[in-house]
């Protein structure tokens, strides 16, 4: 399974960003996917996730109410729409997916078995 993210860039507060992660290889029938972030000189943390039975989605609190995870079945990618951006949400993102199922909750690292090479999102005040 590759990952490919895409849509970052740079915007002022209070603006948005739609970033993609287009899954290909062997990715029909994917237990999860999820978005996590990283900031220089921080660990990488949890953002939002989905699971592709139901689509139940999962957020981590910074996100509720700004950022919405969807999946696009026909271009078999998962997006993250982020708005109201702030500072804060400077970090590189990563897209990651889980392929079988698993125990692990949505928020662990662990839980996700592939990764794409992540895409850079600025916030200027």
């Known amino acids: 399974v590759q990952l490919q993210a895409s849509g970052g860039g740079s915007v002022q507060a209070g603006g948005s960003l739609r970033l993609s992660c287009a899954a290909s290889?062997?990715?029909?029938?994917?237990?999860?996917m999820g978005w996590f972030r990283q900031a220089p000189g921080k660990e990488r943390e949890f953002v939002a996730a989905?699971?592709?039975?139901?689509?139940?989605?999962v957020y981590a609190d910074s996100a509720k109410g700004r950022f919405t995870i969807y999946r696009d079945d026909a271009r078999n990618t998962v997006d993250l729409q982020m708005n109201s951006l702030q500072p804060d949400d400077t970090a590189v993102y990563y897209c990651?997916?889980?392929?079988?199922?698993?125990?692990?909750?949505?928020?662990?690292?662990?839980?996700?078995?592939?990764w794409g090479q992540g895409t850079q999102v600025t916030v200027s005040s």
């Open positions: 989905i699971r592709r039975s139901g689509g139940t989605t």
């Open positions: 290889g062997r990715t029909s029938g994917y237990y999860r």
């Open positions: 990651a997916a889980r392929t079988s199922v698993t125990s692990y909750s949505a928020s662990a690292r662990s839980a996700y078995d592939y």
